[in-house]
């Protein structure tokens, strides 16, 4: 998830870390896993060959070149951006993620949350942003304990 005081700034966050060329490339390196197709041969800023294939996964490759399904040729790096941006988006106040999550765990179901920076990129910053500001909200919300019983790792694992 991505928390600020404002969903613009949420927002705009988001735009700046999917849009770095050392965000893109890690993208790129993880489709590349699986399809087998090394993206370092291409321009970043020209489409890809439309009758590119491959002989890893072919539905990998289909679903990345689609990106987000609007008409029209993208480049790489606006696939890539694509790739990195769908599915369950976790953007926005602290209370408006809290609640999309709670929504998410609803639907879905689970028991608990695994939280990841988008770009892997862990920082003090990013941590004090989830731990001062979104995680009181899912305490508030009931969605993540308050205290924990366990006086080991293990014991609170176990809890579960």
Wanted: aromatic letters at 8%; charged letters at 25%; hydrophobic letters at 35%.
């Amino acid at each position: 998830p991505v928390v600020a005081p404002t969903e613009e700034e949420a927002r705009a966050e988001v735009q700046r870390l999917v849009s770095t060329d050392s965000y893109i490339e890690k993208q790129l390196v993880g489709i590349s896993s699986n399809t087998e197709i090394d993206f370092k041969q291409f321009d970043w800023d020209e489409p890809l060959p439309a009758d590119l294939t491959t002989n890893g996964e072919r539905g990998s490759l289909e679903h990345f070149m689609r990106g987000d399904g609007s008409p029209g040729p993208k480049t790489l790096r606006q696939l890539a951006i694509d790739w990195a941006t769908t599915g369950i988006e976790f953007v926005g106040t602290p209370e408006t993620v809290a609640r999309q999550m709670g929504e998410a765990m609803e639907e879905i179901g689970g028991d608990g949350f695994l939280i990841m920076k988008p770009g892997w990129d862990l920082n003090r910053n990013y941590i004090a942003s989830i731990t001062d500001s979104l995680v009181p909200e899912l305490q508030r919300l009931g969605l993540t304990r308050t205290e924990y019983t366990g006086s080991t790792l293990r014991e609170t694992l176990r809890e579960f």
